[in-house]
């Protein structure tokens, strides 16, 4: 498998799972960029290849979509390292996420609303009712399933190649780190220097 150093990134448009789930205090100012800081390598590298970069991380566990988790608030931070203005796009589906990615000029980058604001993205149910039977669980869980191969398909659209650098949440089966890798060649996937750091170690 190549590693993220081989690859050229020049002309590409690269869909880039990052771990940017800080802490914030109550007035939404990030308390440890740490996990910010780990993946510039990686991002910063796409961008002086001359390729555009797609954003996409979680904060937090929302079970809804809310103001307290929206990665807004840590936009300004992640402008900053990165060096570049930052877009953002309120979802990370749908047309304004497709308009903006679509866009992108080589060394732009792009921030995606958080993807925990949709339930496909960790394929778990919620909002079942209590008295929910069997029945009615397993058919919510099948079209569950159904949705999140359309919202990973939107995601994986974006770009046309994608790291995972998200070594805080890869052992986890997510849309965005597991089932989008699907969908790229064995050519146009790979991982950033971080995780290849802890795959090395």
């Known amino acids: 498998m190549q590693t993220i150093e081989q690859f050229n990134f020049s002309g590409q448009k690269v869909f880039v799972r990052v771990d940017f789930n800080v802490p914030l205090d109550e007035e939404f100012n990030i308390t440890d ?3 910010i800081r780990a993946a510039m390598p990686t991002l910063k590298k ?16 929302p079970k809804a979509v809310t103001n307290q988790f929206s990665l807004k608030h840590i936009l300004p931070r992640v402008s900053e390292l990165l060096g570049v203005d930052l877009q953002f796009a309120n979802d990370c589906v749908g047309q304004e996420a497709k308009d903006k990615a679509a866009a992108l000029q080589p060394g732009q980058a792009l921030l995606l609303e958080n993807l925990r604001f949709h339930a496909e993205e960790e394929g778990k149910l919620r909002n079942i009712v209590d008295d929910a039977t069997d029945v009615e ?5 099948k079209e569950l399933k159904e949705s999140q191969k359309e919202f990973t398909q939107q995601l994986a659209s974006l770009a046309n190649v994608y790291v995972n650098d998200a070594f805080g949440t ?3 089966a997510h849309a965005s780190t597991a089932i989008i890798a699907e969908h790229f060649d064995s050519e146009h996937k790979l991982f950033g220097y971080l995780m290849q750091k802890e795959i090395d170690a």
């Not at 796409?46 to 566990?61: A, C, F, N």
């Not at 669980?137 to 869980?141: L, N, R, T």
């Open 46 to 61: 796409i961008i002086k290849d001359g390729g555009s970069v797609i954003i996409g991380t979680h904060l937090g566990r």
């Open 137 to 141: 669980i397993e058919d919510a869980k």
């Open 170 to 172: 890869a052992h986890r």
């Open 33 to 35: 960029d740490t996990r």
